[in-house]
């Protein structure tokens, strides 16, 4: 299998190539991080772009994917968030988007996955009996009956 994964340098991104490679799965990735200054310099065998997400287009895959992984996010930056949220979620949705619009065009049989720590931007989802529930700046809060889910 090959996978593609954007935002290979972060945290989420290097924590599953170096999973990924160690199973065999054929690996590349794209960061705007220099290779020799990322989480991944170290890894045989990943495919790395150095390019941000935003301006990625088919001819730097080196392969058709067959699962895309989009762990980048454009600013993940809480103070910058907090100061600039619209600046903030553009960004970030203008990234998801490109490699939407990328794998709709180029990659129509290639599955997209999307496990994003958002939370660290957007503040964590908690379940109550009447659903969803939105906490703010990821402050833990309980509703009454509800229980916590992250």
Known sequence: ??????????VLG????????????????????????????????LKYIWKSTIDLD???FPWV???????????ADRPLANASPMHTVYGNLATAMRVIELARRRFPKTTLSYPSSLNSVYGYLAWNNSGLKAREGGEERREEGGRRRD
């Open 58 to 60: 088919a001819d730097d």
């Open 65 to 75: 994917p067959d699962l895309i992984v989009d762990a980048s996010l454009a600013f």
């Open 14 to 45: 290097s924590s599953l190539a170096r999973f990924l490679l160690s199973k065999g799965y054929d690996v590349a990735g794209n960061d705007i991080v220099r290779y020799e200054e990322s989480r991944v310099f170290d890894l045989d065998g």
């Open 1 to 10: 299998m090959r996978i593609f994964i954007t935002g290979v340098a972060g």
